[in-house]
């Protein structure tokens, strides 16, 4: 389990992927859904760091034991939104019932000659972001993404949607050319999506408080937002269950500022605010949190787990 994030693969084969999408696409979303269990159930057998890295998360956010039926729904959850994603790209966002809040505050402090910087996570689903487009099609939404990380995945969604494969910024580029991409997209005005929960290998890190442990949280993000002297919104979609989700927008900082001197300190205090503001959200929706692998570096850090994994106990390696 304690595996770099970047080391898991993407689940499931081109072949695999490509027939759910097409049941999706073709047969509709209900028969979709009923592919999700023995989907989940698969996973759960057989993706065993996964599994286990759920046990603990779930141990920490629920403050109990996690069982394997919890397990089972987090995988679910996940799945839920995965195959969501086919019919919020394919222009379907009206068949979603998707509840909006901070839209008002987020609408003041757009200026078509200055963009924001949307901060997310690995948490529910981005892609309820679109309905934005419903309510101000004249916004532009540029995704930083990594495409090399599910290369599958994101040559299927681009194939469902072109037009938002233009609006990628790929972050497996050079970090200075991600900037630059995103220094552009702001003096264009438009919204930019960044993800602040997990760092790419060798990347700086800060340790603040999430869940009543230690965890690690990139500082790029951060960093990039303060040179880039935009807003700095915090932006989730939740899944509800259903066709519900909610999607939240909070003001993080109108701008964010790192002085020279306590610059670390201020950094600091800007990622706890973050992560307090995910940690809240989390909570409140518990399986919608979606990094299955070794988040509080438990393993190298040598604590015990919560809770020992039932299903894979004896297992080595």
């Known amino acids: 389990m304690s595996k770099h994030w970047s080391e898991h693969r993407e689940g499931g084969g081109r072949f695999a992927l490509w027939l759910i999408f097409n049941i999706g696409l073709r047969c509709g979303r209900t028969c979709g859904r009923v592919l999700l269990y023995p989907i989940t159930l698969y996973f759960f057998l057989r993706r065993g760091a996964e599994r286990r890295a759920s046990h603990v998360y779930l141990a920490r956010v629920f403050g109990k034991p996690a069982s394997a039926w919890m397990v089972m729904r987090h995988i679910h959850c996940f799945a839920a939104t995965i195959l969501d994603r086919i019919y919020l790209l394919s222009e379907h966002l009206r ?15 757009m200026r078509p000659d200055r963009g924001m910087l949307l901060l997310g996570a690995h948490v529910g689903s981005f892609e309820v972001l679109r309905v934005l487009s419903l309510a101000r099609p004249d916004v532009t939404v540029r995704v930083v993404l990594n495409t090399r990380q599910t290369p ?25 050319e991600v900037v630059l991409a995103l220094h552009d997209a702001m003096h264009e005005g438009s919204l930019a999506t960044l993800l602040g929960d997990r760092a790419r290998p060798g990347e700086a890190t800060i340790e603040v408080d999430f869940l009543g442990l230690p965890a690690k949280f990139p500082v790029a993000p951060f960093v990039i937002a303060s040179m880039l002297k935009v807003p700095v919104v915090l932006c989730l979609g939740l899944y509800r269950g259903g066709r519900s989700y909610d999607l939240v927008f909070e003001t993080l900082a109108e701008r964010l500022d790192l002085p020279r001197r306590g610059r670390e300190a201020e950094l600091r205090a800007f990622v706890q605010r973050y992560a307090a503001r995910l940690e809240h959200h989390v909570r409140a929706h518990p399986y919608n949190w979606f990094n299955f692998y070794d988040f509080w570096n438990l393993e190298s850090t040598r604590e015990q787990p919560v809770v020992a994994d039932p299903v894979v106990s004896g297992e080595r390696g």
């Open 95 to 109: 068949k979603f019932d998707i509840r909006v809040s901070g839209l008002d505050e987020l609408h003041a402090q």
């Open 152 to 176: 599958v995945m994101t040559e299927l969604f681009h194939a469902l949607n072109p037009q938002m494969a233009k609006t990628v910024i790929d972050a497996s580029r050079p970090g200075h």
